[in-house]
């Protein structure tokens, strides 16, 4: 079946400038989680949703994050107010439930840059 | 705090010689233990997963992890590698945190195949 997908894989931007990133879970996965990927580094975790709902935004780094799962399935993530420092690979996962020893399904990702 | 560390950066290994990728975790409860590769590219994709029981976990690709609690590690070996098992890979421990599973990942550790 379909796996992860994130559109678009590629974003360059203008600093200050706003920008939308999507992802498509698996169909069926409740859980969906949002990583930020710095270069030479492992992801690190922004939000995760079960169902529509952000159980935990708390790896959000400021208010200029915003992430939305309006119907349960497709999230985006958005940024306000790009900075030089947002640029990053943006990796999306789903998990059947969310639970403890549930494998988490990864994305391609989504390479933001910001000039 | 749960932390994960991998040890090595990069390894650099000869083709069809064995490797071993190093993981240390912190945890004072019981722990869910992950390996993934990312190929150059690619989203990350699981290799292998430590629940419970067997120490000695088999993954795909011919990779395998042992688990050892007394030591706190997690480290990843494959007998003879492949020109083809050069990637990225993330060594991550998976925990409930405010309601929610989170992937805490290392930094990663390159591995470069040389023929």
């Known amino acids: 079946g379909a796996g992860v997908s994130q559109t678009p894989s590629n974003k360059v931007t203008e600093k200050g400038k706003y920008v939308e990133l999507r992802c498509d879970p698996i169909?069926?996965?409740?859980?969906l989680y949002w990583y930020r990927q710095s270069l030479g580094q492992g992801p690190e975790f922004l939000i995760y949703?079960?169902?529509?709902?952000?159980?935990?935004d708390s790896g959000l780094p400021n208010d200029r994050f915003f992430a939305v799962r309006p119907e349960g399935s497709v999230s985006t993530l958005k940024i306000q107010r790009t900075e030089r420092g947002d640029s990053a690979v943006y990796l999306c996962?789903?998990?059947?439930?969310?639970?403890?020893?549930?494998?988490?399904?990864f994305g391609p990702g989504t390479r933001l840059t910001v000039l | 705090a749960q932390s994960v560390t991998q040890l090595d950066s990069q390894v650099p290994v000869f083709e069809e010689a064995p490797v071993e990728l190093r993981c240390n975790y912190s945890?004072?409860?019981?722990?869910?233990l992950f390996w993934y590769v990312q190929y150059p590219n690619q989203g990350l994709q699981l290799l292998l997963k430590?629940?419970?029981?067997?120490?000695l976990v088999k993954g795909i690709n011919g990779f395998e992890a042992e688990f050892n609690k007394s030591q706190t590690s997690f480290h990843l070996r494959k007998p003879s590698v492949h020109i083809s098992d050069t990637a990225e890979y993330f060594c991550?421990?998976?925990?409930?945190?405010?309601?929610?599973?989170?992937?805490?990942f290392g930094q990663g550790t390159r591995l470069t195949i040389n023929p």
């Open positions: 430590y629940l419970s029981g067997s120490t």
């Open positions: 949703f079960q169902g529509t709902g952000a159980a935990d």
């Open positions: 169909s069926g996965h409740t859980a």
């Open positions: 996962a789903s998990s059947p439930g969310g639970g403890l020893a549930d494998t988490q399904y």
């Open positions: 991550a421990v998976s925990k409930i945190i405010q309601g929610a599973q989170k992937l805490v």
């Open positions: 945890s004072s409860v019981s722990v869910y």
